[in-house]
């Protein structure tokens, strides 16, 4: 079993989500994807939404309060309680701060950081080709895992979307803030020795089976 908080790192089209996926449905622990709870914020209007949506459309991040908050509430859940993964969180050394001081607060341990490694030829192709199934979330990709009928869901249907920051002008944006923002935290995670890097590159199988064994040692 992997210390109780996981954190994945990773720049945008590293593949986080669909490992942290494999990962929480492995152990029964929930994924705290930050993009998803603000996409999710976005189409209901709510006032969280309307206050990240430009930021989002830009490919900049949401300021640090904001997602803080989101973060702090959700992990005080019950089924946090056994433990969780934090998906896109956090990304500033302000933010990576405040789990540390959640965590020393709760009496956890220190967390365990994946940091996903993806060539930047590779991201942009990920982020380019990705269509996601308006009615069931499932995740295509138009270079590597097309539908078997452009634009349609294998599993429902569904017509295939692309994420509105995936365009080609929001994915630079989003890429400078990584690399400006979000890289420091690596070594910040390196100094405490809780980091693990894991090779991106692969094929999401061969990377959830890596990731799986490596955490059922830990
Ligand atoms: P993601 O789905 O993780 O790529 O996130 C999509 C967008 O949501 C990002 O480009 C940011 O605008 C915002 N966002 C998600 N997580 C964070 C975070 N931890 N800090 C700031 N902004 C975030």
């Known amino acids: 079993m992997p210390a109780n908080a996981l954190i994945f790192l990773g720049a945008p089209g590293a593949g986080?989500?669909?490992?942290?996926?494999?990962?929480?449905?492995?152990?029964?622990?929930?994924?705290?994807?930050?993009?998803?709870?603000?996409?999710?914020?976005?189409?209901?209007?709510t006032p969280l939404g309307m206050a990240a949506k430009a930021k989002?459309?830009?490919?900049?991040?949401?300021?640090?309060?904001?997602?803080?908050?989101?973060?702090?509430?959700?992990?005080?859940?019950?089924?946090?309680?056994k433990g969780f993964i934090l998906d896109g969180?956090?990304?500033t050394i302000a933010q990576a701060?405040?789990?540390?001081?959640?965590?020393?607060?709760?009496?956890?341990?220190?967390?365990?950081?994946?940091?996903?490694?993806?060539?930047?030829?590779?991201?942009?192709?990920?982020?380019?080709?990705?269509r996601t199934c308006s009615v069931c979330g499932e995740i295509y990709n138009v270079h590597f895992s097309p539908p078997k009928v452009e634009g349609i869901c294998d599993k429902d249907g569904g017509k295939l979307l692309y994420r509105a920051d995936d365009n080609e002008?929001?994915?630079?944006?989003?890429?400078?803030?990584?690399?400006?923002?979000?890289?420091?935290?690596?070594?910040?995670?390196?100094?405490?020795?809780?980091?693990h890097e894991v090779d991106g590159n692969k094929d999401p199988e061969t990377i959830a089976k890596g990731l799986l064994e490596f955490l059922s040692q830990a």
């Open 16 to 45: 986080k989500g669909t490992q942290a996926r494999e990962v929480a449905t492995h152990f029964g622990i929930p994924q705290i994807s930050t993009g998803d709870i603000l996409r999710d914020a976005v189409k209901k209007q």
């Open 56 to 81: 989002m459309e830009a490919g900049a991040l949401v300021p640090d309060e904001v997602v803080c908050g989101i973060v702090e509430e959700r992990i005080g859940e019950p089924d946090c309680q």
């Open 89 to 91: 969180f956090p990304r």
């Open 97 to 130: 701060q405040f789990v540390d001081r959640v965590l020393q607060a709760k009496g956890r341990g220190r967390p365990q950081v994946l940091d996903i490694e993806v060539d930047e030829d590779l991201l942009l192709k990920r982020l380019t080709g990705r």
């Open 169 to 195: 002008a929001t994915i630079r944006q989003r890429l400078e803030a990584y690399h400006r923002q979000t890289s420091p935290l690596i070594e910040y995670y390196r100094a405490q020795g809780v980091l």
